[in-house]
């Protein structure tokens, strides 16, 4: 967990092995405001999965800063070096505060 200014903005989820990516995909809106939607899901290879989600509400508490935008990288594996998506075990969460342009890839 990573926080800064009283926020925290970034921290990392062990699900276990063999949880899919649709329920989790569920799972992680549930960290956000209710009113977080789903800007993109983008699957990179056999590498990772980056889900990026957008909120009005964490923009207004984080005072426009980052945008209100959460990154959440899905992996995979022992030690979360690939990307199955019927078997993730690890999600971290980053908000676009910290995470900006280059967390979009793997």
């Given at each position: 967990?990573?926080p800064i200014g009283g926020?925290?903005?970034?921290?990392?989820?062990?699900?276990?092995?063999?949880?899919?990516?649709?329920?989790?995909?569920?799972?992680?809106?549930?960290?956000?405001?209710?009113?977080?939607?789903?800007?993109?899901?983008?699957?990179?290879?056999?590498?990772?999965?980056?889900?990026?989600?957008?909120?009005?509400?964490?923009?207004?508490?984080?005072?426009?800063?980052?945008?209100?935008?959460?990154?959440?990288?899905?992996?995979?594996?022992?030690?979360?070096?690939?990307?199955?998506p019927r078997s993730v075990?690890?999600?971290?969460?980053?908000?676009?505060?910290?995470?900006?342009?280059?967390?979009?890839?793997?």
């Open positions: 967990m990573q926020h925290v903005i970034s921290y990392e989820t062990w699900t276990g092995n063999g949880t899919s990516s649709a329920l989790l995909l569920s799972r992680s809106r549930g960290e956000l405001p209710s009113d977080a939607r789903v800007r993109s899901f983008t699957v990179h290879g056999s590498s990772c999965a980056i889900l990026i989600l957008n909120s009005k509400r964490l923009a207004a508490a984080l005072h426009g800063e980052g945008g209100g935008d959460v990154i959440v990288e899905f992996s995979s594996g022992k030690d979360s070096s690939s990307y199955k075990n690890d999600l971290l969460f980053s908000s676009g505060l910290i995470a900006g342009p280059t967390a979009q890839s793997c």
